[in-house]
């Protein structure tokens, strides 16, 4: 199982970036799919989560109308649009799979979001 994160970087208070986690190793269109993150000094917290067919999608309080998670099961990959990024959502981005065949989470390597002006 390999996930492969892409897509952070610095950008200004309201600013947008779009996350793309491409997966590879398994079936992807049978795994419910999730984006996390960790802050400096903080444990790391679920951003968003999405069903395996993309019919479903869970979205934390604290992004919720600002994140949108989709995810294109013929490509295997599973994006986080975030808009109007504000300094708190400053963090590691780790794509997420919990694994029905392996029965474990697997994550990727993070992609560092930094939100500044």
């Known amino acids: 199982v390999q996930l492969v994160e892409s897509g952070g970087g610095l950008v200004q208070p309201g600013g947008s970036l779009r996350l793309s986690c491409v997966a590879s190793?398994?079936?992807?269109?049978?795994?419910?799919m999730s984006w996390y993150r960790q802050a400096p000094g903080e444990e790391r917290e679920l951003v968003a989560r999405i069903s395996s067919a993309g019919d479903s999608t869970n979205v934390a309080d604290a992004v919720k109308g600002r994140f949108t998670i989709s995810r294109d099961n013929a490509k295997n990959t599973v994006t986080l649009q975030m808009n109007g990024l504000k300094s708190d959502d400053t963090a590691v981005y780790y794509c997420n799979l919990r694994s029905s065949t392996y029965g474990r989470d697997f994550w990727g390597q993070g992609t560092q979001v930094t939100v500044s002006s």
């Open positions: 190793g398994f079936t992807f269109s049978s795994d419910v």
